[in-house]
């Protein structure tokens, strides 16, 4: 039988891309209200265009948020910093149509009993991991994920490419052999947002030899051995394709919150249900639910169950249990069962009601903004204190569940 490799391609994007900074505002304005009041109901949207950003959505809430503030800190940090821009944290105009939340959905969400909580909304949420990466990602979307957050770092050290400005966009093709195993870096895209140059052409040499000479070597020196041996050196390289990339941000491209999913996902493998995560407060199922569904995701791979799996579980509005658990193998379970059964014996180890996942992760507590910038999962989880109370970042990402699993599945 002829064997035949194929290419598999996922992007990433840099916090100052314009969906980006809105996710960012979105998820800051969140941890504002939940450090306040944890039992906030948050949905917030923004919208960023030249000199403008729109703060829309609705809020059930006992806290005081100054949305302006919140948001020009939000754009300082992020580096909009400069006239030159046409959008800069200090002159930009900022618009709040925020208001309450229907009772319509409250009510399906708070009851009496907090273990009868509600889901938010209907819906179907997906978790993925696989054994490609050290931290359970799929290669490509991991690689485009460094490649900005280094060009990133990059710009706000200073002492290198001081041409950058925020914005940026990443892509890498990675070809696998027909097992799925991969086995080069077939093509990285890298179109970066810079400084006016005098001439056009020595701008893009420039930035070319910089992206090979400093950013690329950054990248790999940080990545695992057998990641290292893929970049071949015969990769096609793509610096900004169009010639030129000096109008970016919002300038150049009005922002939306939740339109960047699966860059916050797993870059296109595995599936996305559709619903975005930015701006959303855990009684959202579209949010804690793809959280938990990664960590039961990760802590099977981990375990050896599995090399890869997708889990999708399904809610119905107002009501607490799902309406569905669902796991995806590919094939590739280490034990003597059905997807379906393994699928049941999950269900057994994993709460999936919408009070339990925020209970299993503290998800009242301000940990979102970090989130919304180079993927929502593969991060490193840690402890840090906010308000005189430590809290944990990313806990969707521990492998606390790998002995359970090992137990419950009887491997060795």
Known sequence: MLVMSYLFTSESVSEGHPDKLCDQISDALLDSFLA???????????????????????????????????????????????????FDYKSCGILSAIHSQSADINRGVERANLEEQGAGDQGMMFGYACNEMDNYMPLPIELAHRLVQELAAIRKEGK??????????????????????????????????????????????????????????????????????????????????????????PNGDTGLTGRKIIVDTYGGRGAHGGGAFSGKDPSKVDRSAAYATRHIAKNMVAAGLCDQVLVQVAYAIGKADPVGLYVNTYGTAKVAMSDGEIAKTIGTIFNMRPYNIIQRFQLKNP??????????????????????????????????????????????
Not at 210 to 223: F, H, K, Q, S, Y
Request: glycine share 6%.
């Open 160 to 249: 290198q490419m001081p041409y950058l400005r925020p914005d940026s966009k990443s892509q890498v093709t990675v070809q696998y052999s027909d097992n799925g195993t991969p086995e080069r870096i077939d093509t990285i895209v890298l179109s970066t947002q810079h400084d006016e140059f005098a001439d056009d052409d020595t701008m893009l040499k420039k930035i070319e030899q910089d992206i090979l000479d400093i950013l690329i070597p950054r990248v790999i020196a940080d990545c695992p051995d057998k990641v290292k041996a893929l970049f071949k050196g015969d990769y096609k390289l793509l610096v900004n394709p169009t010639g030129k990339f000096v109008i970016g941000g």
């Open 367 to 412: 940990i979102y903004q970090p989130t919304a910038s180079y993927g929502h999962f593969g991060r490193d989880w840690y402890e840090k204190e906010v308000n005189g109370k430590k809290i944990t970042f990313f806990p969707w990402e521990k492998l606390d569940y790998v002995d359970v699993i090992r137990e419950k599945f009887q491997l060795s």
């Open 36 to 86: 306040q009041d944890p039992e906030s109901k948050v949905a917030c949207e923004t919208l960023t265009t030249t000199g403008l950003v729109v703060c829309a959505g609705e809020v059930k809430t006992n806290a005081y948020v100054s949305i302006d503030d919140v948001a020009r800190e939000v754009i300082k940090e992020v580096g909009y910093d400069k006239s030159d821009y046409q």
